[in-house]
């Protein structure tokens, strides 16, 4: 043997043993031997292939994090001393018209981010076991809970209830979804370790009600008739709704953001003979459009809260641990029983949660990675914390062209535009091969000689945000604030009036441009009561009924917007007002890094990287930057495009930190 040879066999030999000292990883330890059961709800314990287990886990969401990260954002969820995570599954994106279905192949605005197989995957290279979430309703912040629009296209289906049209749906999904993991359960050496029915249903109609357990039962036989075996579970908030929202003698978990106690007593009581388990121990909160950003619990409280859990002897799953970004219209909003009465969510989906939108560490992450090392008996290997993704502030873009509104709508394919004989909501459209308009804008168009001041009203209520245009001309204002719902455009105010002032003589083209600005994702039933666009009522003008519109949906879909043509140059210090599209295009070198596009100088609308919609702005906030990953930037040509519905500004500009109004 050489000396070369020598060395490298001594260093072999202890590298070797260095990797026999190293404790085992999750699933060495808990596949030792042969895998012989799966999860257990035993009296106070779980227990894993015959081996006790307290869960420590994070809900993060393979849909709103590019794949690209995948793998680095759980790495760091390991590297906390998670030994799991959650995600939910949204209907709405896996089949966003009826009967097609995406995991990821598609051609479709997010297929990218939607190969659920290969996330459950990774998440098992990175030694995490996997709480499945399938829904059909998730909540989640999301779009109509995960609901797709197509739903609203029957007049009379109760979602989320055992009626005949809705659960045939269900069933349809399920059969295509459940057919993607079933393989990847953890009794047949893969990732799955549980599978939650249903989600929060206790929490929907009257708390003190009895839900409709021939649903959930449904939903528990679907996943039995699709092989999964793994360990079933519920979820809601005990000391509110009780077991109301449960079946009998499957396992019941909490949700909440404090007085843990008040929580899991009552699940002792409802279920002596169940370990215990906080399913979503909300780390934080999610904002929405005129609200400030709060981020939900303090370091302090969060990790008092958690100490009490772990006072318990229960299991955790933090929601969120990371939160990432809504991406495109998919944001969801609440109704309250106050002004406004309908919140509409941001896009930024921080949370205030351990991990950023951008995955950088917190305070809370370092009191999560503190606390589960002083409660975990169980030592398994953890990775060392990845080190941070940077920042960069790149230089300012100019706008170089741009299209105008009578341009954008004269590219619309004619096959979408669809004669109505009076308001229609968006979804009952007949277009997009009988699935209606899911998300965007619609436009309400009429023909007419208009007076030199006109009087225009919209019966009812607009669902949910409306501009109006005389021959292609803005003639609403940008919002300057919350004082704008009191006013004309909003769904606030029903039988809403507004005076058209300074038409030209002669025949008029009228336009009332209404925004989805998302469908309700919490609440009971009549919440879920969701069309979008004019439907209430007709729409008047000088007290005469408009008749015999044009609708025109504006989808803002990204393969759409990368068709365009007719581009003009941009010319600057022109005060360009929209609706308008709005293009800059920049060259960037490796090694490209993650940014954050600063809209404060901007009205309302979305943004396009390379063709992807990462989400919308509004000037009034909270949130004041879109977060773009790396990985949406290419090197060499790059182009992002703009959806301005006021007032348009003439650069891009970038910061290296996001900007959140509290």
Same mark, same amino acid.
């Not at 459209?429 to 899911?438: E, M, P, V, W, Y």
């Not at 439907?535 to 025109?552: K, R, Y």
């Not at 906030?621 to 959806?643: D, R, S």
């Given at each position: ?56 886990? $994070? ?145 929907? $109609? ?37 077991? #109301? ?35 979503? +121990? ?11 950003? #709060? ?138 091969? $009988? ?175 390379? $063709?992807?919609?990462?989400?919308? +702005? ?45």
């Amino acid at each position: 043997m050489t000396g070369v040879n020598f060395i490298l066999g001594i260093l072999s030999l202890l590298f070797l043993h260095a990797k026999c000292q190293l404790p085992p990883t999750v699933y060495q330890y808990y596949t030792e031997g042969g895998i012989n059961s799966g999860l257990e709800a035993l009296p106070g314990q779980f227990r894993l292939n015959g081996k006790d287990i307290t869960l420590y886990s $994070g809900s993060i969401h393979y849909f709103r994090v590019v794949p690209e990260y995948w793998r680095d954002r759980l790495r760091r969820m390991r590297a906390a001393g998670l030994n799991a995570i959650d995600t939910y599954v949204p209907w709405n994106l896996h089949e966003p018209r009826k009967g097609e279905f995406d995991f990821g192949a598609g051609n479709n605005e997010f297929s990218k981010v939607l190969n659920l197989r290969e996330f459950l995957q990774i998440a098992q290279e990175e030694d995490l076991l996997v709480i499945l979430r399938p829904g059909p309703y998730i909540c989640s912040e999301w779009e109509f809970g995960g609901l797709p629009s197509w739903l609203l296209r029957y007049p009379d289906i109760k979602v989320r209830t055992s009626d005949l049209v809705f659960t045939g749906h269900v069933k349809t999904y399920f059969d295509q979804l459940l057919a993607q993991v079933v393989d990847l359960q953890f009794t047949k050496g893969g990732s799955i370790i549980a599978v939650q029915i249903e989600n929060e249903y206790g929490s929907f $109609g009257n708390f003190d009600e009895i839900k409709d357990r021939e649903y959930l039962a449904f939903i528990r036989d679907n996943y039995v008739e699709n092989g999964i075996e793994e360990l079933l579970l519920t979820c809601d908030s005990p000391a509110l709704v009780g077991d #109301t929202g449960s079946l009998p003698g499957y396992l019941m978990t909490a949700n909440f953001d404090n007085n843990p106690e008040a929580q899991f007593d009552r699940l002792l009581e409802l279920q002596p003979d169940k370990p215990l388990m906080a399913m979503e +121990f909300w780390a934080g909160w999610f904002d929405y459009w005129f609200g400030t950003h #709060t981020g939900g619990l303090n370091p302090e409280n969060f990790s008092k809260h958690l100490s009490t859990i772990f006072s318990y002897n229960a299991s955790v799953n933090f929601y969120m641990f990371h939160g990432g970004s809504t991406f495109g219209f998919m944001n969801g909003a609440n109704k309250i029983p106050v002004f406004p009465s309908y919140l509409s969510d941001v896009s930024s989906y921080d949370y205030g949660a351990p991990l950023s939108e951008a995955g950088d560490y917190t305070e809370k992450y370092n009191v999560t990675k503190e606390l589960i090392a002083l409660d975990n008996e169980v030592q398994t290997f953890t990775p060392e914390q990845p080190p941070l993704n940077p920042k960069i502030a790149y230089p300012a873009v100019q706008i170089q062209e741009y299209l105008t509104y009578v341009q954008l709508i004269n590219q619309i394919p004619l096959d979408l535009v669809t004669e109505i004989q009076t308001v229609t909501n968006m979804e009952a459209l007949d277009i997009n091969n $009988g699935n209606g308009q899911s998300y965007g804008l619609t436009v309400y168009r009429k023909k007419l000689d208009l007076a030199p001041t006109a009087e225009l009203q919209i019966v009812g209520h607009i669902r949910d945000v409306a501009m109006v245009l005389v021959d292609g001309e803005q003639k609403t204002q940008k919002p300057q604030g919350s004082g704008a719902l009191l006013g004309f455009g909003f769904w606030t105010i029903s039988n809403s009036t507004f005076t058209i002032e300074g038409a030209a003589a002669g025949l008029n083209t009228l336009d009332v441009v209404v925004e989805n600005w998302g469908r309700v994702n919490f609440g009971g039933p009549a919440y879920f009561e969701q069309q979008k666009g004019l439907f209430e009522g007709p729409i008047l003008v000088d007290g005469v009924e408009l008749s015999d519109l044009t609708a025109i949906p504006l989808e803002l879909k990204s393969n759409w917007i990368q068709g365009l043509t007719g581009w003009q140059a941009f010319e600057a210090d022109r005060n360009l007002t929209g609706p308008v599209m709005l293009r800059a295009t920049f060259e960037l070198a490796e090694p490209l890094q993650d940014t954050f596009l600063d809209m404060s100088a901007w009205g309302r609308g979305s943004v396009f990287v390379n $063709g992807f919609h990462v989400g919308r +702005f509004f000037h009034v906030g909270p949130q004041i930057t879109n977060y773009i990953p790396a990985p949406l930037f290419k090197q060499g040509l790059n182009e992002i495009v703009i959806f301005e519905h006021y007032l348009a500004a003439e650069l891009l500009v970038f910061s290296d930190v996001p900007i959140l109004r509290g």
